[in-house]
């Protein structure tokens, strides 16, 4: 059982909260997570970051999540097209060719609003962070230490934090902390390539995945002539890379 239980939002009680984060520019998995959405009870969506780097919709993913209204939190791809937060080193070298011709598909407005999002979405007794506090490009490996995971979440002082960012689906309960992983929409590392997202639903921590496209996101991509178009298509087919957060140069 996850510690939280009638999130509160705008004054009002909340029971079931669906979190889905990590969906680079990818049209087919967020149709198809918004038909399961149908079967599956949900007070409130939250948004956990990175929504259109590294896929081939963009402009179609940003202008459908804002029709919807779902609440978000900025991800450290969404945070790299407006160079508003600090990048490591290492990113900047693979990201910021892809991050220039996605600036171009989305215009100054869309760039605007993705950008301003805020790094934290706060209910009762739960924060959503795209990666550890203040921080949208840090990274806390789904096998870190109990310890790692009380000195990274426990200073946001609630019983249940919920992250993305490493597209690697878990829970790990500790005495007074539940730490979730929502995994990945477009790109689970977990060893399953279905779209996934978490539910959480009057106490309960639950993943839901739905089969993914990737073959035909892999070729939108391709024939974008987007920027490492290659290496992208190979991480959706083989659902590996050299690391979550930092592609190799």
């Known amino acids: ?23 680079p520019a990818n049209r087919p998995a967020l149709a198809r997570v918004l038909g399961d959405l149908v079967g599956v009870r949900s007070d409130l969506i939250v948004r956990g970051g990175d929504l259109v780097l590294g896929g081939p919709h963009p402009v179609e993913v940003v202008d459908r999540v ?30 910021a060719q892809p991050a220039e011709r996605t600036r171009e598909m989305l215009g100054p407005e869309r760039i605007a609003w993705l950008t301003s999002l805020p790094t934290e979405w706060r209910g009762e007794g739960m924060v959503i962070v795209h990666a550890v506090p203040g921080d949208c490009w840090g990274i806390v490996p789904h096998d870190a230490s109990d310890d790692t995971l009380r000195e990274t979440y426990g200073q946001l002082g609630v ?58 996101v892999a070729a939108d991509m391709l024939a974008l002539d987007y920027p490492h178009a290659t290496t992208y298509a190979e991480w959706l087919r083989t659902r590996c890379l050299a690391h979550p957060t930092i592609p190799p140069k």
Do not use: K
């Open 1 to 23: 059982l996850v510690g939280v239980r009638g999130v509160g939002v705008a004054g009002g009680a909340v029971g079931w909260v669906r979190i889905v984060a990590d969906l």
């Open 159 to 216: 019983p249940v934090a919920v992250y993305g960012h490493i597209h690697h689906a878990y829970v790990r309960r500790l005495d007074g902390l539940t730490v979730v992983n929502s995994g990945s929409l477009s790109l689970s590392l977990d060893g399953d390539v279905r779209a996934t997202y978490v539910l959480i639903a009057d106490g309960n921590a639950e993943h839901r995945r739905i089969a993914n496209d990737v073959e035909r």
């Open 66 to 95: 804002r029709e919807l209204g779902w609440t978000s939190v900025l991800g450290n791809t969404d945070a790299a097209l407006g160079d508003v937060r600090p990048q490591p080193e290492e990113a900047r070298g693979f990201v």
